[in-house]
């Protein structure tokens, strides 16, 4: 809902800058349980850390394999995550994500990795530039090194504080390895 056709107070035009500069904007989609009737911000409404890996290099996967069909440029392939989308850019911008290939966490008792093999091997899963406003930035600044994608980094000064501890440990991680990155700390504005 945050577009420039909606209520004024989530009006933020930083979302179709990466489109005017010619680069194809992915809203990524979130790893949700489908095994749980409830929507709640922290609990096991995610699957993001056992299975968000997979899901989201797939994804990426399908657009690089249907590139020409979609009419799409590959060398601009940018992300952006809100809140529970942030999990999927944070783990994409890695450049090394593609040899990591871990999940955060693993379901006990299971066999590690997916029964099938994954789709569309061989297409790359990366992406070029970043935007991301915080859902879980407490948890993921392992992911973040020296030649992070650059990363547009946001967040509402009305938010809860677990957010916003989230967002300055992000952008303080992103500092700390000189990562090219932009901290936009939105005021007036909330989650």
């Given at each position: 809902t945050r577009n420039p056709n909606d209520q004024p107070s989530n009006y933020v035009p930083h979302f179709a800058g990466f489109t005017t500069r010619g680069y194809v904007y992915i809203t990524m989609g979130h790893c949700f349980?489908?095994?749980v009737t409830h929507f709640f911000?922290?609990?096991?409404?995610?699957?993001?850390?056992e299975n968000g890996y997979a899901c989201y290099t797939a994804a990426m996967r399908y657009l690089y394999a249907h590139?020409?069909?979609?009419?799409?440029?590959?060398?601009?392939?940018?992300?952006?995550?809100?809140?529970?989308?942030?999990?999927?850019?944070?783990?994409?911008?890695?450049p090394h994500h593609e040899t990591r290939k871990e999940e955060v966490r693993k379901f006990e008792g299971f066999p590690d990795g997916t029964p099938e093999p994954q789709p569309w091997q061989g297409y790359s899963s990366k992406i070029q530039a970043g935007m991301q406003g915080m859902g879980m930035g407490l948890f993921e600044t392992e992911f973040i090194?020296?030649?992070y994608a650059p990363n547009l980094v946001v967040c509402g000064e009305h938010d809860r504080d677990v957010i916003t501890e989230g967002h300055q440990a992000f952008v303080k991680r992103c500092e700390e390895v000189g990562a090219n990155h932009l901290g936009l700390f939105m005021e007036g504005l909330g989650h």
């Amino acid at each position: 809902t945050r577009n420039p056709n909606d209520q004024p107070s989530n009006y933020v035009p930083h979302f179709a800058g990466f489109t005017t500069r010619g680069y194809v904007y992915i809203t990524m989609g979130h790893c949700f349980n489908p095994c749980v009737t409830h929507f709640f911000h922290f609990g096991r409404f995610t699957l993001d850390h056992e299975n968000g890996y997979a899901c989201y290099t797939a994804a990426m996967r399908y657009l690089y394999a249907h590139a020409d069909k979609y009419s799409m440029d590959t060398d601009h392939m940018g992300g952006g995550g809100y809140s529970k989308g942030e999990y999927a850019i944070t783990r994409l911008s890695d450049p090394h994500h593609e040899t990591r290939k871990e999940e955060v966490r693993k379901f006990e008792g299971f066999p590690d990795g997916t029964p099938e093999p994954q789709p569309w091997q061989g297409y790359s899963s990366k992406i070029q530039a970043g935007m991301q406003g915080m859902g879980m930035g407490l948890f993921e600044t392992e992911f973040i090194t020296t030649d992070y994608a650059p990363n547009l980094v946001v967040c509402g000064e009305h938010d809860r504080d677990v957010i916003t501890e989230g967002h300055q440990a992000f952008v303080k991680r992103c500092e700390e390895v000189g990562a090219n990155h932009l901290g936009l700390f939105m005021e007036g504005l909330g989650h």
